[in-house]
């Protein structure tokens, strides 16, 4: 979900046109339209999704491009999970980036899965792409003791009508998903800096998951987004030398400022850049 204010798509509600409006046992569903963009809401006016009905696949909100520098990390994935489908946006995106690629998508709500394939686009029957409603827990501890998949990144965007979901902070739910990464793999999550989100507590649970293998990345000083990469071994930070110049190529070929969301990542987290510098250069 989407809190970036300063974003130039950012829009009053009002001024959009109500394609539909509903209510599941969870909250109230909105889809809305402006300019050619399609916008789901949980009972508030903070934007969960957007997609761009002429091309689905373009990434609209800030939030939702800084999530995919995981592909940074890891390029080529081979296997991919998302927690939270949202508007579908992000699938869409990884469809056309990565054909081959199998994703698995987990959402809690059907009624939210029946809206992705009615009003956002997302294409039924592929054999690459499979929808799992299901709790997101559930999912990945039935996955870990099946040991069948590992994935190359996991994007966790789980949120309800108040914010970010629990799940985000449950120890367990963390551990368990570090043990679905492949080797070098990446938990790319999405979360707020709003005061009441206590942000920081997360994040210290999140380090320690991770034996601080982390970095984050902050669209805004207050109230905004925040994207953290969780890398499941230490060598995961070892292809910083290489970010540079894969970040150019990528901004061609898939349309997201990569050098731009890089940079930013680069400032924000000098501690934990200055410590793998020893071994590789990111300026290389």
């Known amino acids: 979900m989407s809190l970036d204010q300063s974003s130039t798509i950012h829009m009053n509600i009002d001024q959009e046109e109500i394609l539909f409006n509903s209510r599941d046992e969870f909250s109230e569903i909105s889809i809305t339209e402006h300019a050619m963009i399609r916008n789901l809401y949980f009972g508030n006016d903070k934007k969960q999704s957007s997609v761009f009905v002429p091309e689905p696949s373009v990434l609209i909100l800030p939030y939702s491009q800084a999530m995919t520098l995981s592909m940074l990390f890891k390029p080529e994935p081979a296997r991919v ?33 029946e809206l992705c394939h009615e009003y956002f686009l997302l294409p039924k029957g592929l054999h690459h792409l499979h929808i799992h409603h299901n709790n ?8 870990l003791k099946e040991r069948e998949k590992k994935y190359d990144i996991i994007f966790l965007d789980a949120f309800d009508q108040h914010g970010p979901a629990d799940i985000n902070n449950n120890t367990q739910f963390l551990y368990n998903c570090k043990h679905l990464l492949s080797k070098n793999g990446v938990l790319c999550t999405n979360l707020w800096n709003r005061r009441e989100d206590v942000y920081h507590q997360w994040y210290r649970n999140f380090c320690k998951q991770f034996d601080d293998n982390c970095l984050e990345l902050r669209l805004g000083k207050i109230n905004s987004n925040v994207v953290v990469f969780g890398f499941a071994e230490a060598c995961g930070a070892r292809t910083f030398h290489k970010l540079n110049h894969r970040a150019e190529e990528y901004k061609i070929q898939l349309g997201v400022d990569f050098p731009k969301y890089l940079k930013m990542i680069h400032s924000q987290n000098n501690f934990f850049i200055k410590r793998i510098k020893r071994l590789f250069s990111f300026c290389a």
């Open 136 to 143: 997101a827990k559930d999912f990945v501890e039935n996955q």
């Open 81 to 113: 999970l998302l927690i939270g489908l949202g508007g579908g946006s992000l699938a869409q995106f990884l469809l056309k980036a990565y054909p081959g690629c199998e994703i698995d998508v987990v959402e809690l709500r059907s009624h939210v899965i």
